[in-house]
């Protein structure tokens, strides 16, 4: 199964057949692809928990985060709406308290803006419902999970209003409105803040690099690794450069 998997992966990279194969000019031990804020904080953590192997972001734009991560909500989610034991779940809530943590330990800007989720009168069943679902969620224990965020504690303390609660809260809403969930712990984040403060984590350890402005060609399986090759576009034309990365 992993050799019909690492066949497929090796003609589907190199199917355009543009770009031949070339030895590589150096070599690292990770290369991380994409320098979004999933790839930054790979890139953070590889860097950080091991110091004495070199780590390598490669990011095609000519800065950092230029696609999803800069054209979104930068919204914190509650994390109460997905199946109750999914791993959108489990993910959304350890995440949620681990990504406010590191705000408050890195000085990016966030705010706990709280979040209504109100209804009608024939909807105060299914926002009934809601509640008692977030009063059963907990935070889950990954076994690594720091002892912060595992315990019986709940992960979402909401509450159920009336919708004149709500209106004190929203005085705009409707006054239709008869109920509603308050989900105090969703809130916003500066994501740009957040990318920069993971790349400055990655570009001062002591073996991670960031490049820009380098697209990744051709990839190749090597005997203890990958053999990527790259094109790196600078201000006075281009440049190809490869690199064997092991996995």
């Known amino acids: ?21 070339v030895p590589p000019a150096f070599e690292v031990d990770y290369l991380v692809v994409g320098g979004g804020v999933v790839g930054l904080a790979i890139a953070r953590s590889l860097a950080l928990n091991r110091p004495d192997k070199t780590t390598y972001l490669v990011e095609r734009h ?14 914190i989610h509650g994390g109460f709406y997905y199946p109750d034991d999914s791993y959108k779940t489990k993910f959304c809530l350890r995440g949620r308290k681990l990504l406010y943590e590191y705000c408050d330990t890195h000085s990016v800007p966030y705010k706990k803006t709280g979040k209504l989720v109100v209804g009608l009168e024939h909807q105060r069943p299914y926002l009934e419902d809601l509640f008692r679902k977030t009063q059963s969620l907990r935070f889950p224990n990954f076994g690594t999970s720091p002892a912060s965020i595992e315990g019986e504690e709940s992960a979402v303390p909401a509450r159920l209003l009336t919708g004149d609660e709500a209106r004190e809260l929203e005085p705009d809403l409707s006054p239709d409105i008869a109920c509603a969930l308050l989900s105090p712990e969703t809130g916003i984040i500066d994501s740009h803040t957040y990318m920069e403060s993971l790349e400055r984590d990655v570009t001062e350890s002591e073996n991670g690099s960031v490049v820009c402005a ?3 060609t051709r990839v ?16 006075h034309g281009s440049e190809e450069s490869e690199a064997e990365a092991d996995a």
Request: aromatic share 6%.
């Open 214 to 216: 380098t697209t990744v």
């Open 220 to 235: 190749d399986t090597a005997e203890d690794g990958w053999v990527v090759q790259m094109k790196t576009t600078g201000s």
């Open 62 to 75: 000519a800065r950092l985060g230029e696609e999803t991560s800069s054209r979104n909500s930068e919204v």
């Open 1 to 21: 199964m992993v050799h019909h998997t690492v066949r497929g992966l090796r003609a589907a990279l190199n199917a355009s057949s543009k770009y031949a194969y």
